[in-house]
């Protein structure tokens, strides 16, 4: 078998994230990073887009996800974001990391990261 590794790197949106007063009334930037890990034997065999993993589609749940979501912990928004790189019935493996940019004073950002395993993987 051979596998497809899907990177979508540095997914630059803006949300409500947080739970401090000033959080929960201003967007603010998060960066979200995905691995997504699928077997590609019949995409290489047939090019066909049907036997891919589809990136766009993904990303465009993500991205509605996030643009329309208030979330409280980054825990939760890394969580939904794995939930949905991991619902094409394929997927193996998925990993999401969600970046907070300025969250910390004294640190460019601060992230949290998750993966899953599929349960036929």
Do not use: C, W
């Amino acid at each position: 078998m051979r596998t497809a590794i899907i990177n979508i790197k540095n997914l630059r949106l803006r949300t409500y994230i947080g739970f401090n007063p000033e959080e929960l009334e201003k967007q603010q930037d998060v960066v979200i990073n995905a691995e997504i890990h699928y077997p590609a034997d019949q995409a290489l065999e047939t090019d066909s887009e049907s036997n891919a993993v589809n990136y766009k589609d993904i990303t465009k749940k993500m991205i509605q996800h996030v643009e329309q979501g208030q979330f409280k912990l980054l825990e939760k928004l890394a969580g939904d974001l794995l939930d949905i790189a991991q619902t094409h019935p394929d997927v193996l493996f998925a990993r999401v990391s969600v970046d907070k940019p300025h969250a910390l004073r004294f640190a460019d950002s601060v992230s949290i990261t998750m993966e899953s395993h599929s349960r036929a993987g």
